[in-house]
């Protein structure tokens, strides 16, 4: 697998979410690049990403500030994803936007794209191990 066509899928997936997030939530996109502004809306189109990132393309909280340069430590990715797990729990609103946002990258292919690039990550790592596993035996 070529893995800078692959990086640049997965890029291409961060910035549709984070455009389609824009569009949702009534804000500019710069806003997930800078943090100039605690508006609501704001804070909670970053928890969404959050949130995506983490459960549907696999990225870790450690490197979340390199996707959302906004957030400036993982501390705050780790603080919006438990909030948004309390919210998609209690919160039918929130489940349901958080689906709808999930459906409309679906329609645009992103999705099943990020699905597959991070089923190969797995892979990957599955054969590095082996081949630890493989090197320890010789």
């Known amino acids: 697998m070529n893995q800078n ?13 984070k455009s389609t997030l824009a569009t949702i939530f009534d ?13 609501a809306n704001i804070n909670e189109a970053r928890r969404f990403l959050v949130y995506y990132l983490i459960k549907e393309c696999g990225i870790r909280h450690s490197y979340m500030h390199k996707y959302i340069p906004a957030l400036r430590s993982h501390a705050t990715s780790i603080w919006h994803f438990r909030k948004m797990e309390e919210l998609m729990e209690n919160e039918f609103f929130t489940k349901e936007s958080y689906e709808n946002f999930k459906t409309q990258m679906e329609k645009e ?7 597959d690039y991070v ?5 990957m790592q599955m054969i590095e191990e082996r081949l630890k596993t493989l090197k320890k035996l010789i």
Not at 109 to 115: A, E
């Open 119 to 123: 089923k190969a990550i797995k892979e």
């Open 109 to 115: 292919g992103h999705t099943n794209l990020m699905k």
């Open 5 to 17: 066509l692959s990086h640049s899928s997965m890029e291409k997936t961060i910035q549709m979410a």
């Open 27 to 39: 804000m500019e996109i710069e806003h997930f690049e800078v943090n100039v502004s605690r508006k």
